[in-house]
């Protein structure tokens, strides 16, 4: 991750100058400094490329005064309608506009603040990479720049405005790893194990082993397990930040003496479908389906990493779902940890079975304040609403409304659907309290009216992210492969109504 740092605003003697320009506005003082330190030639060239500053517009100038390689001048559309969540995809843009160079500053002076440290943040996001198995790549193909000072008014302040940014981009790029890696390498055991990294932000982790959970009688989460070489296991993380100092510059509030808020991820390192088996085409892409675990533990690296003053509890069932002698087979009826009993119709809806012991547990050992899950649930998902949006199911409205306008604000959008008894009625079993597939027929409603049987009604809410926890084109503020959407929008849920 390209390092940050906030200098105060003076012309740099080498690398690339990054500066930012309105439609019809005024270029910032180092902008204009070059400008002159090249004799005009900056400007120019800039007519001359036709460069107006419309939004998404860029042009690029070499060498255009002794010692700078190249000016990169990034269009920001009309004067003050860039919000600070534009203000990301702008600093996205940046990235590969100046990755190979060696030094490189950003010309923020005169922009305000929370829209500087956006878009450092947006630069430092879309750097993404996951190069660990390519051992023949040249070394000139790979991005150089390790570090960008950006040039503000309040370099001090500017830090501390991006400190906490740090930590989730920090926590971005943990989930982005996890999900990114083979499915060879990133099994259910060594997932857990990675989760141990927490440990070094005051995270209490806690790895549960098949043993245990048979102790527990999760026989919807083991029943899947069962065609895997390779252990379940579930890792419980726990954050309790309501002692931190508050950030600074925030005023002190109380902290609230909350129960906690629990985060729950469907971890399924492979998903063969098991003896429901997929077909070969695509299922190379079952290695994500443990994006909703890598989300959750990124997630609680962000709020460990910023000290969030907040109790989160995180919880990921981890499992391969795979074929074999030992597979569970369609027809048999399982037995959750709630005592429900499940007939299994589908070994490929698999999901469900998992989150469903895994949030009985958090029920029972954590009585948390309202709980949301986050899998890769239903291919339906992406039927309905394509890789724009996640599927947002709630039986709260409050907290449904909070998580819409968390996504909104950083730019990981969902969808609410509905839940309804009509659709839990598909769900029925002839022989045992329920069925884990309904119809084709809305898919991912009745997978959550699945999930929703087991939260006991307490406040909840599921993110189906099948069609946003990947990407198969690059994003403004991600490159294609996997997005870590959904640690961007529970940090700030986190941050706007539960932090004290
Ligand atoms: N992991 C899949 C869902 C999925 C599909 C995620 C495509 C990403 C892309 C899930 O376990 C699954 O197989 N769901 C089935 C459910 C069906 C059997 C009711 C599906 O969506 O086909
Ligand atoms: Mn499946
Ligand atoms: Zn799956």
């Not at 400190?163 to 390498?185: Q, Y």
Request: proline letters at 6%.
């Amino acid at each position: 991750m390209p390092e940050i740092t906030f200098v105060k605003s003076a012309l740099p003697k080498a690398g690339a100058l990054v500066v930012l320009l309105a439609e019809g506005g005024n270029p910032s003082a180092l902008h204009t400094a070059l400008d002159e330190a090249s004799g005009g030639a900056v400007g120019r060239a800039l007519e001359a490329a036709g460069f107006k500053g419309r939004k998404g517009q860029s042009a690029t100038v070499w060498a255009p005064a002794p010692g700078i390689s190249k000016l990169v001048a990034i269009g920001l559309g009309a004067e003050g309608a860039l919000t600070p969540d534009g203000a990301e995809a702008v600093g996205g843009a940046i990235w590969p506009l100046i990755s190979a160079e060696t030094e490189a500053t950003l010309a923020a002076d005169g922009v305000e603040m929370p829209v500087a440290v956006r878009v450092a943040l947006g630069t430092v996001l879309r750097s993404y990479r996951f190069d660990l198995y390519r051992t023949m790549e040249k070394p000139e193909d790979k991005p150089k720049l390790a570090r960008l000072a950006v040039a503000v008014d309040q370099p001090m302040a500017a830090k501390n405005a991006y400190a906490p940014f740090k930590a989730v981009a920090e926590g971005v790029f943990m989930t982005r790893d996890l999900v990114s890696e083979p499915p060879n390498i990133l099994h259910p055991v060594e997932m857990a194990e990675r989760c141990r990294a927490l440990e070094k932000l005051g995270v209490v982790v806690e790895i549960l082993t098949p043993k245990e959970m048979k102790k527990l009688g999760f026989g919807a989460l083991l029943g899947v397990a069962m065609g895997s070489a390779i252990e379940a296991r579930m890792v419980v993380m726990h954050w309790n930040g309501l002692g931190s100092a508050p950030a600074k510059g925030r005023a002190k509030k109380p902290a609230p003496a909350e129960k906690p808020i629990c985060f729950i991820g469907k971890g399924v390192t492979f998903d063969t479908g098991g003896i429901s088996i997929k077909p070969a085409g695509g299922m190379e892409d079952m290695k994500w389906d443990m994006a909703g675990a890598g989300c959750v533990v990124g997630l609680m690296a962000a709020l460990a990493g910023r000290k969030a003053r907040a109790n989160v509890v995180g919880l990921v069932g981890l499992v391969e779902n795979m074929p074999s002698g030992t597979a569970q087979r369609p027809g048999d009826v399982v037995k959750t940890a709630s005592g429900q009993t499940v007939e299994v119709i589908n070994t490929d809806a698999e999901g469900r079975l998992v989150l469903a012991d895994v949030i009985h547990y958090a029920i029972t050992k954590y009585d948390p304040k309202w709980m949301i899950d986050l899998a890769t649930l239903t291919g339906a998902i992406i039927v309905a609403l394509g890789h724009e949006h996640a599927g947002l199911f709630s039986n709260d409205d409050v907290l449904a409304g909070q998580i819409e306008a968390a996504g909104k604000a950083t730019g990981e959008l969902c969808w609410r659907l509905p839940l309804s008894d009509a659709y839990d009625k598909q769900i029925k079993s002839d022989i045992a309290d329920m069925k884990n597939v309904g119809t084709r027929a809305g898919g991912s409603i009745t997978a959550a009216q699945f999930i929703q049987r087991f939260v006991q009604g307490r406040p909840w809410a599921h993110l189906d992210i099948a069609g946003t926890a990947w990407a198969t084109k690059d994003l403004p503020t991600a490159p294609k492969g996997a997005t870590a959407y959904g640690v961007r929008l529970l940090d700030r849920l986190v941050a706007d109504h539960f932090e004290g």
